[in-house]
C-alpha cells in the first residue's frame, strides 16, 4: 500500500512537472536565436490564462477559446521582443534581462488591475473525475497536460529541424552577423522566436488553468521551476526539459509527502544550485568551444 501511495505521488508530480518544461521550452526558444531570455515568461502565462477566460465567458467555444488564446500569446510575445529585447540585442547589452523583468511586472500591475487579485476558476470540457491505471488515479486533465505539452513540442522541433524557417534559426543562433550576410534577417528571425515562446507559454495557461485557477501570481512559483528545469536540462537541450521536468515534479511531489508541504520547492532551487556548480551548460547542453 505504501508502495503504491508513493507511486502515484511520483506520477501525479511528474505529469505537472510537463508544465515546467513547457514554460522552460519557452525559454529555450528565445535562446536560440538571441542568446536572451524572456524573464518575464510566467507573465505571459498568467495574462494568456486570463484572457482566455474571459473569452470563455463571452460564449466561445473551448477550440476557438484556445487558438484565440496561443494568438493572444504570440501578440504578448512579439510585445516583450518589441519593447524589451530588441534595442538592447541590437547595442549589444544586457539591458533585456532588466526590461523583461520590468515588462512582467507591468503585466502583473495590468492583471491585477483589470480582472483583480482573487484566483479564478477555468472552465474545461475535459472531467476530472478520475481513471484507474493499475492501481493509479489519472484523470484525463492530466492526461491532457501530457498530451498537450508533448504535442507542442514536437511541432515545433519539426518546424526547427525540418523548414527553412527552422535553418534560419541555426544560422542566427551561430552566427548573427554572418546569417545577415546571407540574407537572413535576424531581427525577423528573433521576433519569430518570441512569438513561439509567447504562443508556447498560452499553452502552458490554457493546460495548467484547469488544475491551479487562474490569479495574478498564479505563474509566480512555476516560472521559477521552469527556470531551474531550463539550467539543469541546458538552454539548447530541446527534449531534454521533458526528462528534467518529469524529474523534478515526481521529486517535489516526494519531497512534499515525506518532508512536508513547505519543502517542495527545495528539490528544484538545490538542482538549480548543483547544476551551476557542477555543469554550468546542463545535463544535455553542449559546451561551448570560443576560439582565440
Same mark, same amino acid.
Given at each position: 500500500?505504501?508502495?503504491?501511495?508513493?507511486?502515484?505521488?511520483?506520477?501525479?508530480?511528474?505529469?505537472?512537472?510537463?508544465?515546467?518544461?513547457?514554460?522552460?521550452?519557452?525559454?529555450?526558444?528565445?535562446?536560440?536565436?538571441?542568446?536572451?531570455?524572456?524573464?518575464?515568461?510566467?507573465?505571459?502565462?498568467?495574462?494568456?490564462? @486570463?484572457?482566455? =477566460?474571459?473569452? #470563455?465567458? *463571452?460564449?466561445?467555444?473551448?477550440? &476557438?477559446?484556445? %487558438? !484565440?488564446?496561443? $494568438?493572444?500569446?504570440?501578440?504578448?510575445?512579439?510585445?516583450?521582443?518589441?519593447?524589451?529585447?530588441?534595442?538592447?540585442?541590437?547595442?549589444?547589452s544586457?539591458?533585456?534581462?532588466?526590461?523583461?523583468?520590468?515588462?512582467?511586472?507591468?503585466f502583473?500591475?495590468?492583471?491585477?488591475?483589470?480582472?483583480?487579485?482573487?484566483?479564478?476558476?477555468?472552465?474545461?470540457?475535459?472531467?476530472?473525475?478520475?481513471?484507474? @491505471?493499475?492501481? =493509479?488515479?489519472? #484523470?484525463? *486533465?492530466?492526461?491532457?497536460?501530457? &498530451?498537450?505539452? %508533448? !504535442?507542442?513540442? $514536437?511541432?515545433?522541433?519539426?518546424l526547427?529541424?525540418?523548414?527553412?524557417?527552422?535553418?534560419?534559426?541555426?544560422?542566427?543562433?551561430?552566427?548573427?552577423?554572418?546569417?545577415?550576410?546571407?540574407?537572413?534577417?535576424?531581427?525577423?528571425?528573433?521576433?519569430?522566436?518570441?512569438?513561439?515562446?509567447?504562443?508556447?507559454?498560452?499553452?502552458?495557461?490554457?493546460?495548467?488553468?484547469?488544475?491551479t485557477?487562474?490569479?495574478?501570481?498564479?505563474?509566480?512559483?512555476?516560472? *521559477?521551476?521552469?527556470f531551474?528545469?531550463?539550467?539543469?536540462?541546458?538552454?539548447?537541450?530541446?527534449?531534454?526539459?521533458?526528462?528534467?521536468g518529469?524529474?523534478?515534479?515526481?521529486?517535489?511531489?516526494l519531497?512534499?509527502?515525506?518532508l512536508?508541504?513547505?519543502?517542495?520547492?527545495?528539490?528544484?532551487?538545490?538542482?538549480?544550485?548543483?547544476?551551476?556548480?557542477?555543469?554550468?551548460?546542463?545535463v544535455?547542453?553542449?559546451?561551448?568551444?570560443?576560439?582565440?
Amino acid at each position: 500500500m505504501q508502495g503504491l501511495i508513493i507511486a502515484q505521488m511520483a506520477v501525479s508530480g511528474a505529469l505537472m512537472g510537463l508544465v515546467y518544461a513547457l514554460v522552460a521550452y519557452g525559454f529555450q526558444l528565445t535562446y536560440a536565436t538571441s542568446k536572451s531570455i524572456n524573464f518575464g515568461q510566467g507573465e505571459l502565462v498568467m495574462m494568456s490564462a @486570463f484572457c482566455c =477566460l474571459t473569452l #470563455t465567458h *463571452l460564449g466561445l467555444p473551448y477550440p &476557438v477559446m484556445a %487558438l !484565440a488564446g496561443v $494568438g493572444i500569446g504570440a501578440l504578448l510575445g512579439l510585445f516583450v521582443e518589441r519593447a524589451g529585447v530588441r534595442l538592447a540585442l541590437e547595442q549589444q547589452s544586457e539591458g533585456w534581462i532588466l526590461m523583461t523583468i520590468i515588462i512582467g511586472l507591468f503585466f502583473f500591475s495590468t492583471a491585477e488591475n483589470i480582472w483583480g487579485r482573487d484566483d479564478r476558476p477555468f472552465p474545461t470540457p475535459i472531467s476530472s473525475d478520475p481513471l484507474h @491505471f493499475y492501481g =493509479l488515479d489519472i #484523470t484525463p *486533465l492530466e492526461i491532457s497536460v501530457a &498530451v498537450g505539452v %508533448l !504535442a507542442v513540442m $514536437g511541432l515545433v522541433e519539426l518546424l526547427k529541424h525540418r523548414t527553412l524557417l527552422g535553418k534560419a534559426f541555426a544560422a542566427v543562433a551561430a552566427d548573427r552577423d554572418a546569417a545577415e550576410l546571407m540574407g537572413i534577417s535576424a531581427r525577423r528571425t528573433v521576433m519569430l522566436s518570441y512569438a513561439l515562446s509567447g504562443m508556447v507559454a498560452a499553452v502552458a495557461g490554457i493546460l495548467i488553468s484547469p488544475i491551479t485557477t487562474v490569479g495574478p501570481t498564479m505563474a509566480s512559483a512555476l516560472v *521559477l521551476k521552469a527556470f531551474s528545469v531550463a539550467v539543469v536540462a541546458g538552454l539548447d537541450s530541446g527534449f531534454g526539459v521533458v526528462l528534467v521536468g518529469l524529474f523534478l515534479g515526481a521529486l517535489e511531489s516526494l519531497a512534499s509527502y515525506y518532508l512536508g508541504s513547505g519543502w517542495r520547492e527545495a528539490p528544484g532551487l538545490l538542482l538549480l544550485i548543483l547544476a551551476l556548480a557542477l555543469r554550468p551548460n546542463g545535463v544535455f547542453g553542449k559546451a561551448t568551444v570560443r576560439k582565440v
